[in-house]
């Protein structure tokens, strides 16, 4: 009741009192609707509508309060993966990067190893020349003694066949003979 009296008493101050002729009058349009307005406001008051009103808000107030723990705990769990993630990338560049260090090893290692396999080639195939070489060299020369030894007999035969008479031919023959007679027994 005391809530009425100090909505009257502020509504009394109001410039609707300047108004001419009776304030409280049901001819008086500005007393109407302080009237309307009071029985409103006292409807509003009887079903409680304040009360809901800020239940209302109270369980929205609860509902977005819930919902920003929810996303607060969201938050929380995206981080940790966000953390788990970087921790996992790190991880994978720190592997990613001993794979290339290692296939850098191996290229290296691959790399000298196929020039010492090259120098060992080059030493079997320069090897295997001077062999060439040299058994040509050797039958180049077996080549050219044969030759100078045809050579020799051809012209021995021709200054014997010329030198001798057929009375040296069968002394010397006679010769062969006995000589190779005494060498048998």
Same mark, same amino acid.
């Given at each position: 009741?005391?809530?009425?009296?100090?909505?009257?008493?502020?509504?009394?101050?109001?410039?609707?009192?300047?108004?001419?002729?009776?304030?409280?009058?049901?001819?008086?349009?500005?007393?109407?609707?302080?009237?309307?307005?009071?029985?409103?406001?006292?409807?509003?008051?009887?079903?409680?509508?304040?009360?809901?009103?800020? !239940?209302? =808000?109270?369980?929205?107030? @609860?509902?977005?309060? *819930?919902?920003? /723990? &929810?996303?607060?705990?969201?938050? %929380?769990? +995206?981080?940790?993966?966000?953390?788990?993630?970087?921790?996992?990338?790190?991880?994978?560049?720190?592997?990613?990067?001993?794979?290339?260090?290692?296939?850098?090893?191996?290229?290296?290692?691959?790399?000298?190893?196929?020039? !010492?396999? =090259?120098?060992?080639?080059? @030493?079997?195939?320069? *090897?295997?020349? /001077? &062999?060439?070489?040299?058994?040509? %060299?050797? +039958?180049?020369?077996?080549?050219?003694?044969?030759?100078?030894?045809?050579?020799?007999?051809?012209?021995?035969?021709?200054?014997?066949?010329?030198?001798?008479?057929?009375?040296?031919?069968?002394?010397?023959?006679?010769?062969?003979?006995?000589?190779?007679?005494?060498?048998?027994?």
């Amino acid at each position: 009741m005391q809530k009425l009296i100090l909505i009257v008493a502020a509504l009394a101050a109001s410039p609707a009192l300047a108004a001419d002729g009776p304030f409280v009058s049901l001819r008086n349009s500005n007393f109407i609707v302080l009237l309307a307005f009071v029985v409103f406001v006292l409807i509003l008051l009887y079903l409680k509508v304040p009360a809901k009103l800020g !239940a209302m =808000l109270d369980n929205r107030a @609860a509902l977005i309060k *819930a919902e920003l /723990e &929810e996303a607060r705990l969201l938050r %929380e769990e +995206a981080k940790t993966i966000l953390a788990s993630y970087e921790r996992k990338q790190k991880e994978m560049m720190e592997q990613s990067e001993r794979i290339v260090a290692a296939a850098k090893e191996e290229a290296l290692a691959a790399a000298q190893q196929a020039k !010492a396999d =090259l120098k060992t080639s080059i @030493a079997r195939r320069l *090897a295997a020349a /001077e &062999e060439r070489i040299a058994s040509a %060299e050797a +039958a180049a020369v077996r080549e050219v003694r044969e030759r100078a030894v045809d050579v020799a007999i051809a012209a021995a035969g021709d200054v014997l066949t010329k030198q001798m008479s057929a009375e040296t031919t069968a002394a010397s023959i006679d010769e062969a003979i006995a000589q190779v007679e005494a060498k048998l027994h």
